[in-house]
């Protein structure tokens, strides 16, 4: 069974820090590229962050990017999302999930259209 969990959110205050985890279990961690999708109250789930295991690709919407480092443990089966310069617009609930296609834009848009379950995710929630 394909299992993702997600901790490490939390209350910060506007250019605070926060570094989210997703342990992977289930499937060969390895063959797939992990994405982070985050989903903020009244708003639609978007793909934000992935990284590819084979090549270490890394992609990053332009909302996050230079902001946000995504890296990945494989020994751990885990993927990480470092969150810094925290913005009142980063409030939402924050899910993994393995991709069915490359890491990437249209990989991270893809897979938001095929997955039907998720983890619990976990709250974000920065303050102004």
Known sequence: EV?????????????GSLRLSCVASGFTFDDYAIGWFRQAPGKEREGIS?????????YYVDSVKGR???????AKNTVYLQLNSLEP??????YCAPLSRIC??????YSLRRITSWGQGTQVTVSS
């Open 104 to 109: 990437g834009d249209y990989g991270l848009k």
């Open 3 to 15: 299992q993702l969990v997600e901790s490490g959110g939390g209350l910060v205050q506007a250019g």
């Open 68 to 74: 946000f480092t995504i890296s990945s443990d494989n």
């Open 89 to 94: 617009e980063d409030t939402a609930v924050y």
């Open 50 to 58: 992935c990284i590819s295991q084979r090549d270490d690709k890394r």
